[in-house]
């Protein structure tokens, strides 16, 4: 059975607009760290796990898992995605690595990941790495953030429902997020092919 549609106050709505754009903010100003900004003494497991979690807390929606674990890291280190700590501590290179696992590793396979950062490291130390990935996120998030402002302005003034609006937007956004997982993937598949010739 299909819902009544329910029309919103105008001026909740555009409360609910305000609120909305408020959190999208929020994206921008808790930007991964730069370079610079990564402590620049070595970390022990323990630090190194609280640290990344602190860093990768805006990508994890439900705030109960860990983004990162020790066990993680562990893996990670056995399967030649990042190098071998020294002496039990970790350093800026492995924070930066760790930082592009845990943003890459809800959409793509760790055989993916590890194949990036392979080729990434052919051309780049970690650092130019990072400031990449900053670069590709801050230019990501303002343009998603300004498109999704617009989405939500014209869906509020076409439908009148919030919440319709909203979910629309919401499903919209998912199926750019996997259809961006299908186009990465697709990438790897034509560099190998590229490479095979």
Not at 22 to 28: A, F
Not at 87 to 109: E, M, N, T
Request: proline fraction near 3%.
């Amino acid at each position: 059975m299909k819902k009544e549609v329910v029309i919103l106050d105008k001026n909740r709505d555009y409360t609910i607009e305000t609120e909305f754009k408020k959190n999208c903010k929020v994206l921008v100003q808790n930007k991964l760290p730069k370079w610079e900004e990564l402590p620049d003494i070595g970390l022990y497991m323990d630090q190194l796990v609280k640290l990344l979690n602190k860093y990768l807390s805006i990508y994890n929606e439900d705030n109960e898992d860990m983004l990162i674990t020790r066990a993680m890291i562990n893996n990670y280190v056995k399967n030649g995605l990042i190098p071998k700590p020294e002496k039990k501590l970790y350093s800026r290179d492995h924070i930066a690595y760790l930082l592009v696992i845990g943003l890459l590793k809800p959409i793509l396979s760790m055989s993916n990941i590890k194949e990036i950062l392979k080729c990434q490291n052919e051309y780049r130390d970690a650092k130019e790495i990072l400031n990449l990935v900053y670069n590709i996120l801050e230019l990501s998030s303002d343009f998603f953030i300004n498109k999704v402002a617009l989405k939500v302005e014209s869906l509020l003034k076409v439908d009148g429902n919030s919440s319709l609006a909203f979910t629309s937007l919401a499903m919209t956004m998912g199926i750019i997020a996997n259809t961006s997982k299908v186009v990465a993937v697709t990438a790897l598949n034509t560099k190998n092919e590229w490479e095979e010739k």
